[in-house]
Protein backbone atom coordinates (compact mmCIF):
# COMPACT_ATOMS: atom_id res chain seq x y z
CA UNK A 1 0.00 0.00 0.00
CA UNK A 2 1.56 3.74 -0.71
CA UNK A 3 2.06 5.96 1.69
CA UNK A 4 -0.76 7.93 -0.03
CA UNK A 5 -2.98 4.77 0.63
CA UNK A 6 -2.40 4.64 3.86
CA UNK A 7 -2.98 8.38 4.83
CA UNK A 8 -6.16 8.88 2.62
CA UNK A 9 -7.50 5.76 3.03
CA UNK A 10 -11.28 4.90 2.83
CA UNK A 11 -11.16 1.41 3.24
CA UNK A 12 -14.18 0.32 5.79
CA UNK A 13 -12.73 -3.23 6.28
CA UNK A 14 -9.23 -1.53 7.32
CA UNK A 15 -11.26 0.64 10.07
CA UNK A 16 -13.44 -2.46 11.27
CA UNK A 17 -10.43 -4.55 11.42
CA UNK A 18 -8.56 -2.18 13.31
CA UNK A 19 -11.63 -1.92 15.57
CA UNK A 20 -11.72 -5.36 16.38
CA UNK A 21 -8.06 -5.26 17.24
CA UNK A 22 -8.14 -2.06 20.15
CA UNK A 23 -11.39 -3.40 21.36
CA UNK A 24 -9.81 -7.24 22.05
CA UNK A 25 -6.81 -4.65 23.67
CA UNK A 26 -9.52 -3.04 25.82
CA UNK A 27 -8.99 0.16 23.76
CA UNK A 28 -12.54 0.51 23.71
CA UNK A 29 -13.11 4.33 23.14
CA UNK A 30 -11.10 4.31 19.96
CA UNK A 31 -12.71 1.01 18.95
CA UNK A 32 -15.91 2.76 18.69
CA UNK A 33 -14.16 5.51 16.77
CA UNK A 34 -12.80 2.74 14.42
CA UNK A 35 -16.08 1.01 14.16
CA UNK A 36 -18.22 4.33 13.74
CA UNK A 37 -15.62 5.07 10.38
CA UNK A 38 -16.26 1.55 9.29
CA UNK A 39 -19.69 2.37 8.91
CA UNK A 40 -19.63 5.68 7.55
CA UNK A 41 -17.30 4.18 4.47
CA UNK A 42 -19.41 0.64 3.81
CA UNK A 43 -22.01 0.29 1.18
CA UNK A 44 -23.07 -3.06 2.06
CA UNK A 45 -26.25 -2.59 4.30
CA UNK A 46 -25.23 -5.49 6.68
CA UNK A 47 -21.96 -4.57 7.36
CA UNK A 48 -22.73 -0.91 7.93
CA UNK A 49 -25.17 -2.21 10.66
CA UNK A 50 -22.74 -4.20 12.19
CA UNK A 51 -20.20 -1.66 12.37
CA UNK A 52 -22.68 0.91 14.33
CA UNK A 53 -23.79 -1.87 16.53
CA UNK A 54 -19.93 -2.84 16.99
CA UNK A 55 -19.35 1.11 17.97
CA UNK A 56 -22.12 1.31 20.06
CA UNK A 57 -21.07 -1.45 22.28
CA UNK A 58 -17.28 -0.06 22.48
CA UNK A 59 -18.84 3.02 23.55
CA UNK A 60 -21.41 1.43 26.23
CA UNK A 61 -17.89 -0.33 27.61
CA UNK A 62 -16.05 3.00 27.38
CA UNK A 63 -19.10 3.90 29.87
CA UNK A 64 -19.44 6.77 27.05
CA UNK A 65 -23.24 5.99 27.60
CA UNK A 66 -24.35 9.12 25.91
CA UNK A 67 -22.58 8.20 22.96
CA UNK A 68 -23.55 4.53 22.85
CA UNK A 69 -27.07 5.63 23.18
CA UNK A 70 -27.19 7.99 20.10
CA UNK A 71 -25.10 4.51 18.52
CA UNK A 72 -27.68 2.02 19.30
CA UNK A 73 -30.25 4.45 18.64
CA UNK A 74 -28.63 4.86 15.05
CA UNK A 75 -28.47 1.01 14.94
CA UNK A 76 -32.62 0.91 15.07
CA UNK A 77 -32.85 3.35 12.57
CA UNK A 78 -30.46 1.42 9.91
CA UNK A 79 -31.99 -1.65 10.48
CA UNK A 80 -36.00 -0.71 9.92
CA UNK A 81 -34.66 0.52 6.81
CA UNK A 82 -33.79 -2.54 5.57
CA UNK A 83 -35.55 -5.54 7.58
CA UNK A 84 -38.90 -6.93 6.07
CA UNK A 85 -40.10 -7.74 9.63
CA UNK A 86 -39.69 -4.20 11.73
CA UNK A 87 -40.55 -6.51 14.82
CA UNK A 88 -37.35 -8.43 14.69
CA UNK A 89 -36.15 -4.88 16.34
CA UNK A 90 -37.88 -5.12 18.88
CA UNK A 91 -35.57 -6.30 21.30
CA UNK A 92 -33.32 -3.88 20.39
CA UNK A 93 -35.62 -1.18 22.38
CA UNK A 94 -34.67 -2.91 25.66
CA UNK A 95 -31.07 -2.23 25.05
CA UNK A 96 -32.15 1.27 24.03
CA UNK A 97 -33.78 1.93 27.65
CA UNK A 98 -31.15 0.32 29.51
CA UNK A 99 -28.46 2.45 28.23
CA UNK A 100 -31.06 5.19 28.50
CA UNK A 101 -31.22 4.77 32.43
CA UNK A 102 -27.34 4.78 32.37
CA UNK A 103 -26.81 8.05 30.51
CA UNK A 104 -26.94 11.54 32.87
CA UNK A 105 -27.49 13.39 30.32
CA UNK A 106 -29.13 11.72 27.28
CA UNK A 107 -29.68 13.81 24.10
CA UNK A 108 -32.64 11.38 23.10
CA UNK A 109 -35.79 12.20 24.34
CA UNK A 110 -37.42 8.78 26.32
CA UNK A 111 -40.65 9.10 24.56
CA UNK A 112 -38.93 9.84 21.51
CA UNK A 113 -37.97 5.79 21.78
CA UNK A 114 -41.33 5.15 23.43
CA UNK A 115 -42.94 6.76 20.16
CA UNK A 116 -40.63 4.56 17.51
CA UNK A 117 -41.79 1.08 19.06
CA UNK A 118 -45.07 2.17 19.76
CA UNK A 119 -45.57 3.02 15.88
CA UNK A 120 -43.63 -0.51 14.95
CA UNK A 121 -46.31 -2.30 16.73
CA UNK A 122 -48.67 -0.11 15.00
CA UNK A 123 -47.58 -0.72 11.78
CA UNK A 124 -47.35 -5.15 12.43
CA UNK A 125 -50.88 -4.95 13.42
CA UNK A 126 -49.76 -6.32 17.20
CA UNK A 127 -52.86 -5.21 19.37
CA UNK A 128 -52.10 -6.98 22.48
CA UNK A 129 -48.51 -6.29 22.49
CA UNK A 130 -49.72 -2.50 21.49
CA UNK A 131 -52.56 -2.16 24.11
CA UNK A 132 -50.15 -3.79 27.04
CA UNK A 133 -47.20 -1.24 25.96
CA UNK A 134 -49.41 1.45 26.08
CA UNK A 135 -51.11 0.85 29.29
CA UNK A 136 -47.96 0.76 31.39
CA UNK A 137 -46.33 3.55 29.72
CA UNK A 138 -46.91 7.08 32.08
CA UNK A 139 -47.44 9.32 29.91
CA UNK A 140 -45.55 13.05 29.66
CA UNK A 141 -47.84 14.88 27.46
CA UNK A 142 -45.59 17.99 28.29
CA UNK A 143 -43.58 16.09 25.74
CA UNK A 144 -44.36 16.39 22.09
CA UNK A 145 -43.31 12.80 21.84
CA UNK A 146 -45.45 11.78 24.30
CA UNK A 147 -48.65 13.99 23.31
CA UNK A 148 -48.08 12.35 19.79
CA UNK A 149 -48.93 8.71 21.52
CA UNK A 150 -51.97 9.88 23.42
CA UNK A 151 -53.11 11.22 20.22
CA UNK A 152 -52.35 8.21 18.48
CA UNK A 153 -53.79 6.27 20.94
CA UNK A 154 -57.12 8.14 20.82
CA UNK A 155 -57.10 8.44 17.13
CA UNK A 156 -56.90 4.41 16.83
CA UNK A 157 -59.63 4.48 19.11
CA UNK A 158 -61.76 7.19 17.39
CA UNK A 159 -64.71 6.18 15.35
CA UNK A 160 -64.30 9.42 13.12
CA UNK A 161 -60.83 9.35 12.03
CA UNK A 162 -61.13 7.00 8.74
CA UNK A 163 -64.53 9.45 7.92
CA UNK A 164 -62.32 12.68 8.22
CA UNK A 165 -58.89 11.19 6.94
CA UNK A 166 -57.20 12.31 10.25
CA UNK A 167 -53.58 11.72 10.29
CA UNK A 168 -50.96 10.80 12.45
CA UNK A 169 -48.77 13.81 13.90
CA UNK A 170 -45.62 14.95 12.49
CA UNK A 171 -43.22 15.20 15.30
CA UNK A 172 -39.94 15.05 12.88
CA UNK A 173 -39.03 11.14 13.08
CA UNK A 174 -35.81 9.52 11.27
CA UNK A 175 -36.31 9.50 7.84
CA UNK A 176 -35.79 5.83 8.33
CA UNK A 177 -38.86 5.50 9.64
CA UNK A 178 -41.09 6.84 7.37
CA UNK A 179 -42.25 4.05 5.51
CA UNK A 180 -43.41 2.48 9.31
CA UNK A 181 -45.04 5.61 9.68
CA UNK A 182 -46.77 5.70 6.38
CA UNK A 183 -47.86 1.95 7.49
CA UNK A 184 -48.84 2.54 10.72
CA UNK A 185 -51.15 5.59 9.81
CA UNK A 186 -53.04 3.63 7.27
CA UNK A 187 -53.35 0.93 10.18
CA UNK A 188 -54.60 3.24 12.10
CA UNK A 189 -57.24 4.37 10.07
CA UNK A 190 -58.43 1.23 9.19
CA UNK A 191 -59.28 0.64 13.09
CA UNK A 192 -62.05 3.22 12.40
CA UNK A 193 -63.84 1.95 9.77
CA UNK A 194 -66.77 0.43 12.37
CA UNK A 195 -68.35 2.85 14.67
CA UNK A 196 -69.68 1.43 17.81
CA UNK A 197 -72.11 3.23 19.74
CA UNK A 198 -73.84 1.87 23.15
CA UNK A 199 -76.59 3.61 24.32
CA UNK A 200 -78.95 3.18 27.57
CA UNK A 201 -82.00 4.69 28.45
CA UNK A 202 -81.78 8.06 30.11
CA UNK A 203 -84.19 6.54 33.26
CA UNK A 204 -81.18 4.34 33.83
CA UNK A 205 -79.15 6.84 35.64
CA UNK A 206 -80.24 5.70 39.11
CA UNK A 207 -81.39 1.81 38.94
CA UNK A 208 -81.84 -0.73 42.19
CA UNK A 209 -79.69 -3.37 42.64
CA UNK A 210 -81.39 -7.21 40.88
CA UNK A 211 -83.52 -4.67 38.52
CA UNK A 212 -82.88 -6.03 35.04
CA UNK A 213 -82.76 -3.33 32.02
CA UNK A 214 -82.29 -2.73 28.66
CA UNK A 215 -78.96 -1.35 26.92
CA UNK A 216 -78.71 -1.64 22.67
CA UNK A 217 -75.37 -0.71 20.51
CA UNK A 218 -75.56 0.12 17.28
CA UNK A 219 -72.51 -0.74 14.86
CA UNK A 220 -72.04 1.41 11.75
CA UNK A 221 -69.94 0.03 9.09
CA UNK A 222 -67.86 2.98 6.66
CA UNK A 223 -66.65 0.41 4.14
CA UNK A 224 -67.24 -3.36 3.46
CA UNK A 225 -66.37 -5.68 6.46
CA UNK A 226 -66.86 -9.01 7.80
CA UNK A 227 -67.33 -9.25 11.69
CA UNK A 228 -65.28 -11.74 13.66
CA UNK A 229 -65.66 -11.30 17.05
CA UNK A 230 -68.11 -8.84 19.55
CA UNK A 231 -67.10 -8.62 22.89
CA UNK A 232 -69.40 -6.62 25.72
CA UNK A 233 -67.18 -5.70 28.86
CA UNK A 234 -69.88 -5.60 31.80
CA UNK A 235 -67.14 -5.73 34.47
CA UNK A 236 -67.76 -7.83 37.94
CA UNK A 237 -70.98 -5.75 39.25
CA UNK A 238 -73.81 -7.68 36.64
CA UNK A 239 -74.44 -9.80 34.36
CA UNK A 240 -76.25 -9.80 30.62
CA UNK A 241 -79.39 -12.42 31.09
CA UNK A 242 -80.45 -11.85 26.84
CA UNK A 243 -78.57 -10.94 23.99
CA UNK A 244 -79.58 -10.34 20.20
CA UNK A 245 -75.69 -10.74 19.04
CA UNK A 246 -75.63 -12.08 15.66
CA UNK A 247 -74.12 -15.37 14.51
CA UNK A 248 -70.92 -14.45 13.48
CA UNK A 249 -68.92 -13.69 10.71
CA UNK A 250 -71.39 -10.68 10.03
CA UNK A 251 -71.33 -8.88 6.98
CA UNK A 252 -71.78 -5.59 6.52
CA UNK A 253 -71.84 -3.01 3.43
CA UNK A 254 -70.57 0.31 3.13
CA UNK A 255 -73.28 2.48 5.38
CA UNK A 256 -75.04 -0.45 6.46
CA UNK A 257 -75.84 -0.52 10.27
CA UNK A 258 -76.94 -2.80 12.88
CA UNK A 259 -78.29 -2.83 16.15
CA UNK A 260 -77.50 -5.31 18.99
CA UNK A 261 -80.19 -5.64 22.52
CA UNK A 262 -78.99 -6.64 25.74
CA UNK A 263 -80.69 -7.21 29.15
CA UNK A 264 -78.61 -6.75 31.82
CA UNK A 265 -78.93 -6.95 36.13
CA UNK A 266 -76.53 -5.39 38.30
CA UNK A 267 -75.51 -8.08 41.20
CA UNK A 268 -73.83 -5.00 43.34
CA UNK A 269 -74.59 -1.27 44.64
CA UNK A 270 -72.29 1.29 43.60
CA UNK A 271 -71.47 2.67 40.46
CA UNK A 272 -70.64 0.02 37.44
CA UNK A 273 -69.10 1.11 34.24
CA UNK A 274 -70.58 -0.82 31.10
CA UNK A 275 -68.62 -1.39 27.98
CA UNK A 276 -66.87 -0.95 25.42
CA UNK A 277 -68.10 -3.54 23.47
CA UNK A 278 -65.06 -4.32 21.26
CA UNK A 279 -65.24 -5.91 17.85
CA UNK A 280 -62.62 -7.74 15.34
CA UNK A 281 -63.10 -7.38 11.83
CA UNK A 282 -61.83 -8.06 8.79
CA UNK A 283 -61.87 -6.18 4.93
CA UNK A 284 -61.97 -8.30 1.91
CA UNK A 285 -58.75 -8.28 -0.38
CA UNK A 286 -56.64 -7.48 2.97
CA UNK A 287 -54.77 -9.90 5.06
CA UNK A 288 -55.18 -9.86 8.77
CA UNK A 289 -57.53 -8.11 11.68
CA UNK A 290 -58.37 -5.17 12.59
CA UNK A 291 -60.06 -4.21 16.37
CA UNK A 292 -62.41 -1.39 17.57
CA UNK A 293 -64.39 -0.23 20.31
CA UNK A 294 -67.11 1.75 21.38
CA UNK A 295 -68.17 4.32 24.32
CA UNK A 296 -68.75 3.22 27.78
CA UNK A 297 -71.46 4.31 30.04
CA UNK A 298 -71.74 4.57 33.73
CA UNK A 299 -74.73 3.71 35.53
CA UNK A 300 -75.37 4.03 39.23
CA UNK A 301 -77.14 1.31 40.95
CA UNK A 302 -78.83 1.44 44.37
CA UNK A 303 -78.58 -1.03 47.25
CA UNK A 304 -82.07 -2.85 46.82
CA UNK A 305 -84.98 -1.96 49.22
CA UNK A 306 -85.35 -4.74 52.13
CA UNK A 307 -88.60 -6.89 51.51
CA UNK A 308 -89.96 -8.81 54.62
CA UNK A 309 -92.69 -11.33 54.69
CA UNK A 310 -94.51 -13.14 57.82
CA UNK A 311 -96.50 -15.46 58.07
CA UNK A 312 -98.22 -17.62 61.18
CA UNK A 313 -99.77 -21.08 61.16
CA UNK A 314 -101.68 -22.69 64.35
CA UNK A 315 -102.29 -26.54 65.54
CA UNK A 316 -104.50 -26.87 68.24
CA UNK A 317 -102.16 -29.71 70.69
CA UNK A 318 -104.95 -29.66 73.48
CA UNK A 319 -108.39 -28.17 72.61
CA UNK A 320 -109.05 -24.46 73.17
CA UNK A 321 -105.87 -24.08 75.96
CA UNK A 322 -102.52 -25.18 73.98
CA UNK A 323 -101.14 -24.31 70.57
CA UNK A 324 -98.19 -24.95 68.00
CA UNK A 325 -97.78 -21.43 66.22
CA UNK A 326 -95.23 -21.87 63.56
CA UNK A 327 -93.54 -18.73 62.42
CA UNK A 328 -92.17 -18.20 59.24
CA UNK A 329 -90.19 -15.62 57.37
CA UNK A 330 -89.21 -15.20 53.72
CA UNK A 331 -86.92 -12.55 52.38
CA UNK A 332 -88.84 -11.54 49.17
CA UNK A 333 -86.50 -8.69 47.83
CA UNK A 334 -83.21 -8.15 46.22
CA UNK A 335 -80.48 -7.88 49.10
CA UNK A 336 -79.25 -10.05 51.94
CA UNK A 337 -80.72 -9.39 55.21
CA UNK A 338 -78.68 -9.02 58.37
CA UNK A 339 -79.58 -9.13 61.93
CA UNK A 340 -83.75 -9.67 61.55
CA UNK A 341 -85.97 -9.60 64.34
CA UNK A 342 -88.89 -11.00 65.06
CA UNK A 343 -90.92 -10.00 67.80
CA UNK A 344 -94.23 -11.79 68.86
CA UNK A 345 -97.11 -10.00 70.76
CA UNK A 346 -98.75 -12.01 72.88
CA UNK A 347 -101.77 -11.60 75.34
CA UNK A 348 -101.98 -11.17 79.08
CA UNK A 349 -104.20 -14.47 79.10
CA UNK A 350 -101.84 -16.58 76.88
CA UNK A 351 -98.37 -17.62 78.12
CA UNK A 352 -95.42 -19.07 75.85
CA UNK A 353 -94.75 -22.93 77.08
CA UNK A 354 -92.15 -22.92 74.72
CA UNK A 355 -90.00 -20.77 72.82
CA UNK A 356 -89.34 -16.88 72.90
CA UNK A 357 -91.33 -14.12 71.91
CA UNK A 358 -87.62 -13.08 70.19
CA UNK A 359 -86.40 -14.63 67.69
CA UNK A 360 -83.14 -13.31 66.03
CA UNK A 361 -81.94 -13.92 62.68
CA UNK A 362 -78.11 -13.14 61.62
CA UNK A 363 -78.63 -13.53 57.73
CA UNK A 364 -81.59 -14.05 55.69
CA UNK A 365 -79.97 -14.24 52.25
CA UNK A 366 -82.21 -13.23 48.48
CA UNK A 367 -85.03 -15.68 48.34
CA UNK A 368 -84.39 -17.68 52.06
CA UNK A 369 -86.86 -18.74 54.34
CA UNK A 370 -86.67 -19.40 57.86
CA UNK A 371 -89.22 -20.91 60.35
CA UNK A 372 -89.72 -21.46 64.02
CA UNK A 373 -92.12 -22.58 66.66
CA UNK A 374 -93.68 -21.08 69.67
CA UNK A 375 -95.79 -23.48 72.08
CA UNK A 376 -98.56 -21.12 73.82
CA UNK A 377 -101.20 -22.01 76.53
CA UNK A 378 -104.52 -20.33 77.70
CA UNK A 379 -104.75 -19.14 81.10
CA UNK A 380 -107.24 -22.23 82.85
CA UNK A 381 -110.69 -19.90 82.44
CA UNK A 382 -113.71 -19.23 80.41
CA UNK A 383 -111.05 -16.17 78.27
CA UNK A 384 -110.16 -18.83 75.52
CA UNK A 385 -113.90 -19.12 74.48
CA UNK A 386 -113.62 -15.44 72.81
CA UNK A 387 -109.90 -16.22 71.09
CA UNK A 388 -107.44 -14.12 71.18
CA UNK A 389 -105.33 -12.49 68.64
CA UNK A 390 -101.19 -13.35 68.31
CA UNK A 391 -98.96 -10.57 66.18
CA UNK A 392 -95.81 -11.14 64.93
CA UNK A 393 -93.53 -8.02 63.57
CA UNK A 394 -90.26 -8.20 61.29
CA UNK A 395 -87.64 -5.89 62.22
CA UNK A 396 -84.79 -5.00 60.68
CA UNK A 397 -81.39 -2.32 62.02
CA UNK A 398 -82.66 0.56 63.88
CA UNK A 399 -85.53 -1.41 64.47
CA UNK A 400 -87.08 -0.72 61.32
CA UNK A 401 -89.75 -2.77 60.59
CA UNK A 402 -90.56 -4.99 57.41
CA UNK A 403 -93.30 -6.81 57.89
CA UNK A 404 -96.11 -7.97 60.40
CA UNK A 405 -98.67 -10.66 60.28
CA UNK A 406 -101.21 -11.90 63.07
CA UNK A 407 -103.13 -15.06 63.60
CA UNK A 408 -105.94 -15.85 65.77
CA UNK A 409 -106.46 -18.50 68.53
CA UNK A 410 -109.14 -19.96 70.53
CA UNK A 411 -112.94 -18.61 70.47
CA UNK A 412 -115.86 -20.40 69.65
Known sequence: MSIFRRIFSRDPEQSFSKGREAFD??????ASKLFEKAYQRYDISNMKI?????????????????????????TICNKVRTEPRPKSVLPDFDKVLQIFRLSEKPSIPLFNIFLLKFLIL???????????????????????????????????????TFEKKKQLPQVGLPEEFEQIFRKAERVMQRCSLCEIILE????????????????????????????????????????????STPELPLKM???????ILYSLIPNL?????????????????????????????????????????????????????EYLVVI?????????????KIVTEIPEE?????????????????????????????ALDESHLSGHIIKANGFIKDNQRLAKCSVKLGGS
Open 253 to 259: STGENYS
Open 269 to 321: PGEWLLGPISIVYTIPSELGEYPATGNTITINVNDATPALKLSMDSKTIEEDL
Open 50 to 74: ISIENAAIAAEYADNFERSLELYYR
Open 200 to 243: ADNKLELIEKGTEFPLSTTLTAHAPMSIQKIHFKTGTKGRITTS
Open 25 to 30: KGKYAL
Open 328 to 340: SVANVGKTTLQNV
Open 350 to 378: VKIHEGTNEKYISTLGEGETFQYEILVRF
Open 122 to 160: LSERDFDQLTSFYKKLKIDTSDKYGRAIEETWALIHSSD
